[in-house]
T-cell receptor, first 109, second 117 residues
């Protein structure tokens, strides 16, 4: 199964842009990259998904370089409520999701 | 749309009893549902894949006779923890994939906190 590597933790301040990078060196041709957010004692919440280049939605942007061996989740102007664990996953359409360790983002006032 | 619910949200039981957790897709049909377990400060671990109308597929190391999964309809999957012990205390999360969408597009339930005394 494809494995992802991401920083264990990151700190930021309110109003700043946060970029979390994920490494997926063994990503398969058909794999998509998906990011989830999880608050304590809640199920993960879908943030964004992409295959290549850049994807943007109302909450985040996802940057994927041409070699697709890494991806960067960008959260613009974070607030205290963005404090959560962020998971990066790579998976094909027919394979189940495998969660890595995730990145604990702490937004400070 | 794409809401998944779980019931109960938390449960406390005595060692040796069985506990049933329900996972429902409220506004879509799901041929495939997944069950995860998450211990404190750890990531989600996939336990099993539940397919409507067929037997569940369990991940390595997960006892199928202890964690019974039933997926009797396109909107409901149940996980029964049989003869629960304190080491089964964990956060159980289900997810579902709407019919027609890829398996890697999953919607997660809010989770069920199980505490075994």
């Amino acid at each position: 199964l494809a494995k992802t590597t991401q920083p264990i933790s990151m700190d930021s301040y309110e109003g700043q842009e946060v970029n979390i990078t994920c490494s997926h060196n063994n990503i398969a041709t058909n794999d998509y990259i998906t990011w989830y957010q999880q608050f304590p004692s809640q199920g993960p919440r879908f943030i964004i998904q992409g295959y290549k280049t850049k994807v943007t939605n109302e909450v985040a942007s996802l940057f994927i370089p041409a070699d697709r061996k890494s991806s960067t989740l960008s959260l613009p102007r974070v607030s205290l409520s963005d404090t959560a664990v962020y998971y990066c996953l790579s998976s094909g359409s027919a394979r189940q999701l495998t969660f890595g360790s995730g990145t604990q983002l702490t937004v400070l006032p | 749309g794409a809401v998944v619910s779980q019931h109960p949200s938390w449960v406390i039981c005595k060692s040796g009893t069985s506990v049933k957790i329900e996972c429902r897709s409220l506004d879509f049909q799901a041929t495939t549902m997944f069950w995860y377990r998450q211990f404190p400060k750890q990531s989600l671990m996939l336990m099993a894949t539940s397919n409507e109308g067929s037997k569940a597929t369990y991940e390595q190391g997960v006892e199928k006779d202890k964690f019974l999964i039933n997926h009797a309809s396109l909107t409901l999957s149940t996980l029964t923890v049989t003869s629960a012990h304190p080491e089964d205390s964990s956060f159980y999360i289900c997810s579902a994939t709407p019919v027609g969408l890829a398996v890697n597009e999953q919607f997660f339930g809010p989770g069920t906190r199980l505490t075994v005394l």
